[in-house]
């Protein structure tokens, strides 16, 4: 019987198969293979990049069966419920101090949406005190991605993915990406684009674009970024979805450039990956901005499951863990492994470009010309990578490992030595 779902980012006419997965802990998920016996395989990529502590990590789950008998679901407009208090202030207790205010949704894109809205609130109450007109234009950097909503793909890079959307989408002004020696290029360019008296808000994912192909660039240019922002007033929002929870290396990428945002999201790694949600944090002149006795002036954003009591418990075990855990530690000796290996496979002729930020390494397989994210040589890793029971999905010509953190040395080497093995079949 064929399935009824539709999956995402898949061509279903490609009839590449898609495994069925039983369970899962730590790093290994566990499927069946055709004849119907147990297969293990070794997430190196953190389930799409959320997982941060492992699958079906204990304390997580204790949290989620204990919160289920409690309360499932409440309305959040008007309401509050315990999880999501002490949530908000454990988000205080380790995000920057600046940020006081703790925004839900549920999905990456949505904190997005919201950061997005939050910075035109801000410049909308701005222009009716002081007068003049608000300012609306949205700043952003070349082959960033945000998420998949109208919204988010506005802000992200145009390209195949976005194409047909393209009319829907709304217009933005694009910084070019600070590669290795063009730094300048991008300073001059944002310091251009933040003199215009519309310019809005910057944003970007700070140290490393993920989805553009895990580009990396320093965090002096970072810190930089900030600086020029800040002295125009335009608003600094850093989408640390993919980079939050210590992927880069530390809690916060921007922690790296001593930055603090005026706009921070977080989603992925916030329950520690083991169910959605999402949080939006604003310095308090963006809380301020949609202050006021005039119902009309309000924040106008909600969705059903702001807040949602079950996910807000996942996300304070995972705030307990950080508390109470190395994890700092475990993410330094993940980075030092993977630094060996990755410098290993960099000195192979098939490889370009072997860079890595924490527990992110990349390296691009070499080739005459890159067909980008539809490279035809990723459906064929993906292949390889399925049979030898790793879980790696190459972004066009890039392969990376983002594991997570509780995965062991013996599969890691597995992971890097298939990977090894791979280039050759590509
Ligand atoms: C994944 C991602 C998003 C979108 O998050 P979803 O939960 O998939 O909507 C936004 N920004 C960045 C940087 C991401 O990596």
Same mark, same amino acid.
């Given at each position: ?5 539709? *999956? ?5 006419? /490609?009839?590449? @198969? ?7 802990? $730590? ?13 293990? !395989? ?15 990590? @204990? ?11 409690? /309360? ?8 509050? *419920?315990?999880?999501?208090?002490? /949530? ?47 300012? *609306? ?18 802000? $992200?890079?145009?390209? !195949? ?5 393209? @009319? ?52 002096? !240019? ?26 880069? $290396? ?144 190459? /972004? ?12 062991? @040395? ?9 990977? $090894? ?6």
């Amino acid at each position: 019987m064929t399935s009824a779902i539709w *999956h995402p980012f898949t061509q279903h006419g /490609l009839r590449e @198969p898609i495994p069925l997965v039983e369970r899962a802990e $730590g790093a290994l998920l566990h499927t069946r293979g055709e004849e119907g016996e147990p297969r293990t !395989v070794i997430d190196a990529i953190s389930s799409w990049w959320v997982t941060t502590h492992g699958h079906c990590h @204990p304390r997580i789950m204790a949290a989620i069966a204990e919160q289920t008998t409690k /309360l499932d679901q409440l309305i959040f407009a008007g309401w509050t *419920h315990e999880p999501a208090e002490q /949530l908000a202030t454990g988000l205080r207790a380790i995000m920057p101090e600046s940020l006081t205010r703790v925004f839900f949704s549920d999905s990456g894109s949505t904190s997005v949406e919201v950061a997005l809205k939050m910075a035109l609130g801000y410049w909308a109450a701005r222009a009716e005190k002081d007068g003049g007109t608000p300012r *609306h234009k949205i700043i952003v950097m070349e082959h960033s991605y945000h998420g998949d909503t109208i919204g988010a793909m506005s802000v $992200g890079a145009r390209g !195949v993915f976005n194409r047909t959307y393209e @009319p829907l989408l709304f217009d933005v002004a694009r910084i070019p990406y600070p590669a290795a020696g063009a730094e300048q290029a991008t300073l001059d360019a944002l310091e251009a684009l933040c003199s215009a008296p519309d310019a809005a808000a910057l944003i970007l994912e700070p140290l490393i674009l993920g989805s553009g192909g895990m580009l990396i660039y320093p965090p002096s !240019v970072l810190a930089e970024m900030r600086a020029i922002c800040a002295a125009h007033g335009v608003l600094f929002i850093a989408d640390e979805v993919m980079t939050a929870w210590g992927r880069t $290396g530390t809690l916060l990428a921007c922690e790296q450039a001593g930055v603090v945002p005026d706009i921070l999201c977080l989603s992925k790694g916030l329950t520690g990956g083991a169910v959605p949600l999402a949080v939006t944090m604003a310095s308090e002149p963006i809380f301020e901005a949609h202050w006021s006795n005039d119902r009309a002036r309000m924040f106008f954003h909600s969705s059903s499951y702001t807040a949602n009591p079950i996910a807000c418990a996942a996300a304070n075990a995972n705030l307990a863990i950080w508390r109470e855990e190395p994890v700092l530690e475990r993410v330094a000796a993940l980075t030092a492994f993977q630094a060996e290996r990755l410098d290993a496979l960099g000195r192979y002729c098939h490889f370009d470009h072997p860079r890595q930020l924490g527990t992110i390494a990349a390296l691009d397989l070499r080739s005459m010309e890159s067909a980008g994210y539809l490279d035809s040589r990723a459906p064929r890793l993906m292949a390889f990578f399925r049979e030898r029971d790793v879980l790696v999905r190459p /972004l066009g010509n890039t392969v990376y490992v983002m594991p997570p953190y509780c995965i062991t @040395p013996g599969q890691l080497a597995t992971v890097w030595d298939t990977i $090894g093995e791979a280039v050759i079949t590509a």
